[in-house]
């Protein structure tokens, strides 16, 4: 075999042989060429062989590599051996001795003077640099598990004779373990001292007072209360029933009473912080409900940023027709999420409507057909659904916080899963076809059944243009259409200057009606029609005459003023009011994708404040997170540069841009990365490239949304409600957060789309013209 021959198999096998360097030091070569390279021809294994006993060899060659050094060379002995390295050189010369096992070999000297094995080493240290520096801390979604260390502060006090005098101590915490109690000075008691407190009668805990012996375990002041904090635990033979009895008094009231201080605050800052993220997220959460088998959309919560970001209306159809929804739902239940889509396609018998979605096109072998159909008729809207459960503890902590009867909410309480909804027609408005496609029948399943689920929804205060307090009812009204001729209806809700009745589908209703409702004393009163939904029956009407509000207006007060207890508990606004907060706290806690909360600072990437991803996302592949620290380099870090930069960051904090696709290839092969610049991905013959590669089955494609959200306000619909218990713990806590709340600017939603864009590129879809907000530079 030539020299050039054996220089060839060593380059091409350097991994196995530093691989087997580690064996060759504890006297097992055979042993790691056995395991490693059992395939191999006997040839190359003498080669591998003579190389790893060549490498491991000592040397005493003084190493210098000032002919290629970028930093200042020193002078120093290693081994003693004579060095002259630069701290690059020095790095490389340890971290090589330390694979040696603390020996200088010939392969330790042949990497130190290698320029190539140098670059590699400055190139590692920058890419490490870029890594540690889009590194953000993470969160959960799910609530803080605070074990057996919770603790809440309790509205009563205890009392002991033996303790202050017998004067009534507030309590800073209650645990599994015993009490902490206050004071402003320190106690005349000794550590190990066992004291008789008596606990008074307390509704869930105690029917009447009862005498409890706790053993002082410390004393210490409290700085941020400013006072002595006296720490007893329960003895060991506490009665059982009482032990358990405090458990269950604890973990019930830790949602309805203060925290112990330190928790409070942490347990209020991932609220606040979750507030924040669906306050200004584009997705749209739908509530669910078993139906049988399937489930069937409820009610829709509306927030600033999904009504700015979604079609609500449209998003809300496409999800009604029940036969389509019964469709989704199943898929949803295999895949945990799914492309929907609706609109209207021209065919020769005119318009018709479809829904789908991408997986039914796929198996109908469609998918090309029927979105460049969608796209042409420029009348569709593509929806990405995922689909959470929602578990029995979550309603009853949404019950509990808000202070709700779920007996009073019983359609809340049947509340099962909950669907976010995201429109993502951006993505394929402008697609149009490589190749011929065969354009198919439709198949009836996509048509709509004329079978439809009524989806109500409720949005926060700030969306609500009502002006009026109004309020349900049920009672029998009669519209007059002529002079002898009259519509039976029933009165829905009652303001002072309108109402909304129910009348029979698709009736005749004119423009303006009088109407009559014998009940409430109202006669022949001329309303004007504000809105007619003709397939429900529903009719919105308001008063025409400013004359006549005052009358109607103080016949309805009078009228609520006699049955103020009905009219509080049915009195819309505050029903709304409830059913908003209820949802929201369910919503917060099964948000769909990975989300980056940003604040104000000089510095780009020192704006990432904390990301905060569920349990089952997988919106970060084709990276992992390390405990509790998410990479962001692969997002956001620009391509090929040395030190760590952001464009993408850039462009979106100053609003030049609001959303980026960032697409990735991970080679089968050897698991590596491949960038893939977005223009080049939806517009250029790159595309063609990688629908072959997908084929062959070499790649895998990673395609993830990026969509940044300017946060709408310093405060969210609840953020009073979150620092209301902190308020009565720490004021100065308290105002620190409240105006912690001005700081946060963005919100950063990250969501994996590689499912319908893999199955887009496959169906030979590419995009027909630029969209100006494309020409992105993008991650590393």
Not at 615 to 621: C, E, F
């Amino acid at each position: 075999m030539s020299a050039g021959d054996e220089q060839s198999i060593i380059k091409q096998y350097q991994p196995l042989i530093r691989a087997l360097i580690p064996y060759e030091q504890q006297n097992r070569l055979l042993e790691g060429i056995n395991k490693f390279s059992k395939r191999l021809p006997s040839s190359v294994r003498k080669v591998v062989k003579e190389e790893v006993v060549r490498l491991t060899s000592l040397t005493d060659a003084p190493a210098d590599n000032s002919a290629f050094a970028q930093f200042p060379v020193m002078k120093f002995k290693h081994f003693g051996v004579q060095m002259r390295l630069d701290k690059v050189g020095a790095q490389i010369l340890k971290n090589e001795t330390s694979l040696y096992q603390d020996r200088y070999t010939v392969g330790v000297f042949e990497s130190v003077m290698n320029s190539d094995f140098y670059q590699s080493q400055i190139k590692k240290e920058q890419f490490k640099k870029i890594v540690d520096a889009f590194n953000v801390e993470s969160q959960s979604f799910t609530d803080i598990d605070f074990g057996d260390d919770i603790a809440i502060r309790p509205n009563f006090t205890l009392a002991s004779a033996q303790f202050e005098k017998g004067r009534h101590c507030a309590i800073s915490s209650l645990s599994y373990k015993g009490f902490s109690l206050e004071t402003k000075r320190p106690p005349n008691a000794s550590t190990g001292d066992k004291l008789t407190f008596t606990l008074p009668e307390i509704a869930g805990l105690t029917k009447e007072p009862t005498d409890v012996t706790l053993e002082l375990e410390s004393v210490k002041y409290n700085k941020h209360l400013g006072k002595y904090e006296s720490s007893f635990v329960f003895p060991d033979d506490l009665d059982p029933a009482l032990v358990t009895a405090l458990k269950r008094y604890v973990s019930i009231t830790a949602y309805k009473q203060p925290l112990q201080r330190d928790l409070e605050i942490e347990r209020a800052m991932q609220e606040l912080e979750r507030d924040r993220i669906l306050e200004n997220s584009p997705w749209l959460p739908v509530f669910l409900a078993p139906n049988k088998t399937s489930l069937k959309p409820v009610i829709a919560l509306y927030t600033k940023a999904n009504v700015e970001h979604n079609n609500s209306t449209k998003a809300l159809a496409s999800l009604q027709d029940k036969p389509i929804f019964a469709t989704l739902v199943e898929e949803l239940r295999k895949y945990n999420e799914a492309y929907v889509f609706h609109g209207n396609i021209k065919t020769k018998s005119g318009n018709i409507q479809i829904t789908a979605t991408h997986r039914q096109l796929l198996a109908l072998g469609q998918l090309n057909a029927l979105v460049y159909l969608l796209a042409k008729s420029e009348d569709f809207i593509c929806t990405h659904c995922r689909l959470d459960e929602v578990s029995k503890q979550d309603k009853i902590k949404a019950f509990a916080i808000h202070d709700i009867a779920s007996r009073d909410f019983e359609h809340l309480a049947q509340i099962t899963h909950v669907l976010y909804c995201k429109d993502v027609t951006n993505y394929l408005s402008n697609l149009s076809l490589l190749a011929k496609c065969d354009f198919k029948p439709l198949s009836k399943t996509l048509k709509a059944s004329g079978k439809n689920w009524q989806i109500d929804y409720v949005m926060e205060e700030d969306l609500d243009r009502r002006c009026e307090t109004r309020y349900l009812m049920d009672k029998a009204a009669s519209i007059k259409t002529g002079l002898l001729s009259s519509i039976d209806a029933r009165v829905s809700d009652l303001s002072a200057s309108g109402m909304k009745l129910k009348v029979a589908p698709n009736s005749d209703v004119q423009q303006e009606i009088r109407v009559t409702i014998p009940d409430l004393k109202i006669k022949g009163e001329k309303y004007k029609v504000v809105h007619y939904d003709a397939d429900n029956g529903v009719v919105r009407l308001c008063l025409t005459e400013d004359a006549r509000k005052a009358k109607v207006s103080s016949s309805v007060d009078s009228m609520v003023e006699e049955n103020s207890a009905y009219f509080k508990l049915n009195d819309i606004a505050r029903t709304q009011r409830l059913t908003h907060r209820f949802i929201w706290e369910l919503a917060v806690r099964h948000m769909p994708s990975l989300s980056v909360l940003c604040v104000m600072n000089r510095f780009t990437l020192d704006r990432l404040k904390t990301v905060y991803q569920s349990d089952a996302s997988d919106d970060l592949y084709p990276f992992s997170r390390t405990q509790n620290i998410i990479p962001l380099h692969g997002f956001f870090a620009d391509k090929g540069q040395a030190k760590p930069k952001s464009q993408i960051l850039e462009a979106m904090f100053k609003e030049t841009s609001e959303q980026a696709l960032v697409v990735h290839c991970v080679r089968k092969s050897d698991s590596r990365l491949v960038y893939i610049k977005e223009r080049d991905f939806l517009y250029s013959k790159l595309r063609t490239q990688i629908k072959n590669q997908l084929d062959e089955s070499k790649i895998q494609l990673s395609a993830t949304d990026v969509t940044a959200v300017r946060c709408h306000g310093a405060t969210t619909p609840l953020t009073k409600k979150r620092l209301a218990q902190l308020s009565k713990l720490d004021k100065a806590m308290y105002d620190k957060l409240e105006t912690m709340q001005a700081g946060y600017t963005h919100c950063i939603f990250i969501t994996n789309m590689s499912a319908l864009h893999h199955d887009l590129v496959v169906d030979n879809l590419i995009a027909k013209a630029e969209r100006p907000d494309t020409e992105r530079e993008g991650a590393a």
